[in-house]
């Protein structure tokens, strides 16, 4: 795994001051004051969102951490949360020593566009750690203020839809409202009370299901039981000799986060269990520190495998968003991507030839098949065209092009000398030819079938422009 970063970030780790005793679980009011006071100072890099209120008031907080901008290129997103079982302590520590070590090095990944931004939660159950009241961690509780697992809260996946019958609680809506305006690409939620890597699905034993990416999981599960600082090879063996397990083959549950990110919201996530005491003694949280935090900052390796880039409309060079990113033949239970706001998709998969498939309403579907190797993401970008464009023509200008569909090639009469190009739905050029009346005739012999267009340029101004498909 490549973590050329981990070094400086681990150098700096507790060179970092704050006014929080990171030794310590923090009270709530010094939990909000340290998110807020992180979000102030360093306002160039960092964003404080208010996910949603708890029941008993108190505030669901994220800290959203992103390298400084010296492109626009939209980057993936990693969203890592802990204490969702209020009582489970351990991770919420992790996080917060995670973001004093971003915070002093973000600047350092700006010009890495597979860099995530990163969105961090603590405390995603306050009203379960604190309660007792704000001061005490002591006596906090798994459940929220209702005595409810909200990790048995979020929407079956064994459903026909999206399942609403039961009623979700404020901190699961918050949370799901929350992750589908994101769109999230990975994430990763801290448990306590055993030591493993657990990966999708927990609603199935994998005799019954597997995720279509199960193999990248155990992959991925591997390199971080392998990027543990334990000399004593115990940390992360609680469960199994190899540190991972899938969900359903610990034991079965229904409801989980887990489940209903990779499923609903298509966003992969793994839950990680830290410690095999729910909150381990306070003079012993920077051993445990110790031995995870390379792992953890490695997890944001992940986006360095499959495919990633950008979907633009053919015609208008327009980004589009909701475009089905589908690997054919491998995709399987809501597998399947769809691009973000801003046009991007990032599909994370083993080294391999795989064929994707690039789908939306209202445009012609885009068919690719690309290579791609582990620790060493492709960028794909792909142009979509839409299946409404007129032709575009001058007025003085008549071309003509037959035949359409073309099985082996096209002819192209025009009565100007002009350049004639045909592009892929990449927009790379497939085939070139200077025409002057008459049928000029382009080979078009050895493309794949698929949807091209054919466009003249005249003194370097476009002047005629139609889409074909070769059979």
Known sequence: MKRYFLLLILTLCYMHLTAQNTASYPTYGGYTEYMQQ???????????????????????????ITPPLKTATPRPKFFYCAAMHGNELTGAFMLMKMIDSLVVNMQVFADDTLFPEIYIC????????????????????????NLVDLN??????????????????????????????????????LHTGSEVFNYPWDSYPSTEATHADDAWFRHIGRTFFGSLNDPDGHYFTTERPDGTVEGGDWYVIYGSRQDWSTYYARCREITLEVSNDYAVKESELEDYWHKIKDALFGMFDAFKYGFYGMVYNAVSSEVLQGVKVEVQDYDRMNSEIFTDAYGYYGRQLLEGTYTISFSKEGFYDTVITAECYNGSAEKLDVYLTPKDVNIRQTEDIKVQISPVPCTDGIYVSSNATADCFVYDS??????????????????????????????????????????????
Request: hydrophobic share 30%.
């Open 122 to 145: 603590p405390f995603a159950n306050p009203d379960g750690t604190w309660a007792a009241g704000d001061n005490d961690v002591k006596h906090s509780t798994r459940f929220n203020a």
């Open 426 to 471: 990449r927009g790379v050029t497939v085939a070139q030819k200077r025409v002057n009346g008459g049928d000029n005739y382009i080979n078009l012999q050895n493309i794949a079938a698929g949807v091209y267009t054919v466009t003249l340029f005249k003194d370097n101004k476009e002047i005629f422009s139609k889409r074909i498909i070769k059979n």
């Open 38 to 64: 992180t979000a102030s100072k360093h306002k160039d890099i960092c964003r404080l969102d208010t996910i949603g209120t708890t029941y008993k008031g108190r505030l669901l907080l994220c800290l959203k």
């Open 152 to 189: 048995r809260n979020y929407p079956d996946i064994r459903a026909a839809g999206d399942d609403l019958s039961e009623v979700r609680q404020r901190e699961t809506q918050a949370f799901m409202d929350y992750q589908k305006k994101e769109n999230f690409n990975l994430s990763c939620n």
